[in-house]
């Protein structure tokens, strides 16, 4: 993907994006009214691997929920292959589930503790919204042999429940799931900050891989700039609901433009052994 | 739409607080003065009410009745709160068989209802308010013990607990550093729900002739007095009846109200 | 003599097999000493057993020893006033280690005047200095916030203070910026390490980063499955690994020398645990 990426708003001339995001804004309304995300504008083309890049409260997990259309935004557009996301109803968003899928950071609150692991990959497959969708694999014992292969889990681990599995594990289980309904785009928030570093690169190594061979477009949000600059061709850098520098990983990472990217390069941790 | 039971239960028990201090300085007539030929009359002039089977101001009455359930909520409850909140601590502290032995005997206090307790009371030491109210608090013991103990055992379980153990505060110090201030919230709502449980039990327990004295006016005793005349003057029931009601359902909606107000901070906190 | 020596240390948590098993290492006055290891591989264990706070059910066997005093069956009684004066300790997320009801300063005050007698004042005054120490503007504010008052950052050094106001011979440190933003970890590993030396005093890091260890220390303890595999300077075990985990460890904590898009190592291409029950394996 030597695509330079355009989370730049400057070139909408592209043909065809994954999703179109025009001055996208959240405001949380209360007692001390908090602008999550900030006029952000970003495209995602077919086959991009995104990093979204902050520390915490910068505004990152928010974007991500709503371009999942699991938060509304206060003003903005979201376009998934040109077709507004915004104001359509739950049931209609039918288009949105099959095409987009999330992986979260933490396993262990990500999937229910009660279920086995088959039901639990195969639960999306078995939704309404998605039961009767072209796109969507109908045979769900197939897909499920299929996806537990992909992430390289056993195939006897459909019939164990999650506690039964280590944390790396429990991850492949949670990218087993969103692999399920034959995504489009691959949301992963933070999939890999609650692993070890010794699992970690395990888990980045199959998601390098499965974007790979089913030629997803993923957008990967991160605070571990290492972890993004590894598995993203373009990064988006966040603060206080911004997007305050964008392009290819290997413009930012080389020669970062603003100040706080400059920070948070110089920040990273090294092995070092002079203090 | 959620603060609306905590607003309900406010205005509520507001308006039971507000009556009972009023009527302590001052009723429309004296609550016990017969207006001789008035008996079960209607409302009529300043006697918006009407008139109890005696031919005494119902208005007067009911006002003056919140005090006895103000007063008995208040005794019983700080009696619940000032045995069974110190028991619960001790039982979520303290390990092994003496806690086992504490919440034992909590169980056994909590397989005898107030009312029985109360008829008990009554027997060996006659009818009173007192009786009651101590009846009552007792009975509400375990409920505060049990609440404590929960709460005081995830505190224990919190890592504030590990780091001022860590710093060097004794054990025991930290339940008086650490445990009470916060499990405080969660003892106010039980408060709270006792409260109007108390209220409740003691109109039970008066209706029943074994609370206050005759000449002392609870709502309660006034259902007792107004039931013989159910058919020929409903009102007489109804208006004790609707305040012990709106009372107990002040205070168990202030209770759920405090709960949900108080959870979402808590956990935001932690 | 070490600082502290700790020899043929066993845990064991009610009848489930062993999470310590024997281990031995030894912390010399001022050192820094890195435990590194897994989640689940016992750093914690060791820290909690170190500072004898261990639940009731876990049992400890061996001997630890602070200044030549011998911590394990020590009554609690006589181990709480050691606590805070002459070993401390820095808990991972600070927003869980301090009480949300009480104001942040009081708590850090209160460490004080556990230990030694001193006036409210006295203690006041010491508990401003220290919040100064560990680089937080304005501490006079600080010490009357509440902790979700503060920020992540800030909390971590109202925690560090707490840990250092009274000077203790030995600081240990659990995944201290774990939970905390790059930017705020670069911080509070400066102040953490400009206090230990201010304060002269040793310290147990524990840490799953390679990276934040190398910031800290002098030498490094290797920990897998309860035990220590490998021990020794920092240089040393980072540029010479024995233990065929630590080199994988070592390998895979090297993100940045890994072209992008490659695959990374893993531990799994060093060292393969000897069969266990399923779910625990070392690969993920």
């Not at chain 2, 449980?197 to 006016?217: D, H, K, N």
């Not at chain 3, 300063?105 to 005054?125: I, N, P, T």
Request: hydrophobic content about 45%.
């Amino acid at each position: 993907m030597s695509d330079p990426s355009t989370p730049d708003p400057s070139t909408p001339d592209d043909p065809a994006p994954v999703y179109a995001v025009r001055d996208l804004t959240r405001v949380y309304p209360g007692s001390r009214t908090v602008v999550a995300v900030d006029n952000v504008s970003l495209t995602v083309r077919r086959g991009q691997r995104l990093g979204i890049v902050g520390e915490s409260g910068s505004g990152k997990s928010t974007l991500i929920r709503m371009l999942a259309a699991l938060d509304r935004p206060t003003a903005g557009d979201i376009r998934l292959h040109g077709r507004s996301i915004i104001g359509v109803p739950e049931r209609r968003l039918g288009f949105l589930r099959s095409a987009v899928q999330l992986v979260f950071q933490d396993p262990r609150s990500s999937l229910d503790p009660r279920m086995r692991v088959g039901d639990i990959i195969t639960e999306p497959l078995r939704s309404r919204m998605m039961r009767h969708r072209s796109d969507v694999p109908d045979d769900h014992a197939a897909r499920l042999t299929e996806v537990l292969e992909a992430v390289g889990l056993p195939a006897d681990s459909a019939r164990r429940f999650p506690h039964e599995f280590s944390g790396g594990q429990r991850q492949r289980i949670a990218i087993a799931r969103a692999l399920a309904p034959r995504p489009e785009v691959l949301i992963a928030d933070e999939p890999v900050s609650a692993l070890d570093v010794s699992v970690r690169a395990q888990v980045l190594n199959l998601l390098n891989d499965l974007v790979d061979r089913m030629g997803l477009t993923m957008i990967f949000v991160s605070h571990d700039l290492l972890v993004v600059r590894h598995v993203c061709d373009s990064v988006a850098v966040m603060r206080g609901g911004r997007i305050v520098e964008a392009g290819t990983t290997e413009q930012v990472y080389q020669r970062p433009q603003e100040p706080y990217t400059q920070a948070l390069l110089a920040a990273i941790p090294t092995i070092r052994f002079e203090r | 739409m959620k603060r609306a039971s905590l607003w309900t239960g406010v205005v509520l028990v507001g308006i039971v607080l507000v009556a009972g201090l009023v009527s302590l300085v001052w009723t429309p007539f004296d609550p016990n003065r017969v207006f001789p030929g008035a008996a079960l009359q209607g409302p009529q002039g300043a006697h918006i009410l009407g008139f109890d089977q005696l031919g005494r101001d119902l208005f007067s009455r009911v006002l003056a009745g919140s005090q006895i359930c103000l007063i008995v909520g208040v005794i019983s409850v700080s009696i619940a709160a000032l045995i069974g909140v110190p028991w619960g601590i001790a039982a979520g502290m303290l390990k092994g068989w003496p806690s086992e032995l504490l919440m034992r005997v909590a169980d056994i206090l909590y397989a005898f209802p107030a009312l029985l307790l109360a008829i008990l009371f009554a027997a060996a030491r006659g009818s009173s308010t007192w009786s009651a109210m101590t009846a009552i608090g007792i009975a509400t013991i375990p409920a505060f013990a049990r609440v404590a103990r929960a709460a005081t055992l995830s505190v224990m379980s919190s890592d504030y607990i590990l780091a001022a153990r860590a710093s060097g505060t004794p054990y025991l110090m930290s339940a008086v550093r650490h445990v009470l201030p916060n499990i405080a919230p969660v003892l106010g709502v039980q408060a709270s729900v006792s409260f109007g449980m108390a209220i409740l039990a003691e109109a039970a327990l008066s209706y029943l002739g074994l609370g206050s004295p005759p000449l002392v006016v609870t709502w309660g005793r006034m259902l007792r007095e107004a039931q013989t005349y159910m058919f020929n003057d409903p009102a007489l029931a109804l208006w004790p009846g609707l305040a012990i009601a709106g009372a107990v359902l002040g205070f168990n909606l202030l209770g759920d109200g405090l709960r949900d107000l108080l959870d979402p901070r808590l956990r935001e906190a932690v | 003599m070490s600082l502290l020596e700790v020899r043929n240390l066993s845990v064991a948590f009610g009848r489930r097999p062993p999470t310590l098993t024997g281990i031995d290492f030894t912390i010399d006055a001022g050192a820094r000493v890195g435990l590194i290891g897994q989640s689940g591989s016992g750093k914690s264990v060791t820290a909690l057993a170190v500072m004898g706070l261990l639940p009731e059910y876990a049992t400890a066997t061996g001997s630890i020893r602070l200044g030549g005093t011998e911590l394990i069956g020590r009554p609690d009684a006589l181990f709480a006033p050691m606590r805070g004066n002459d070993l401390s300790m820095v808990f991972q997320e600070p927003m869980t280690a301090l009480d949300p009801t009480m104001k942040v300063g009081r708590q850090v005050a209160e460490v004080v005047r556990l230990h030694r007698k001193s006036s409210r004042e006295q203690a006041r005054a010491l508990t401003l200095d220290m919040l100064e120490q560990v680089d937080l503007p304005d501490p006079e504010q600080v010490y009357d916030a509440f902790a979700h008052q503060l920020s992540g950052g800030q909390r971590q050094r109202v925690v560090l203070a707490m840990a250092l106001i009274n000077q203790p011979d030995l600081v240990i440190c659990d995944e201290p910026t774990t939970a905390l933003d790059v930017t705020v970890q670069q911080q509070v590993l400066r102040v953490l390490r400009h206090n230990l030396d201010a304060v002269g005093a040793a310290c147990l890091f524990i840490t799953h980063d390679l990276a934040v260890l190398s910031q800290v220390c002098d030498q490094v303890l290797v920990m897998l499955d309860g035990a220590i595999v490998e021990a020794g300077e920092l240089k040393s075990v980072f540029t010479d690994p024995q233990h065929p985990y630590t080199r994988g460890l070592l390998a895979t904590a090297r993100l940045d020398q890994v072209a992008p898009g490659s695959r990374l190592p893993t531990v799994a291409d060093f060292y393969r645990r000897p069969e266990r029950t399923p779910g625990t394996e070392v690969a993920g």
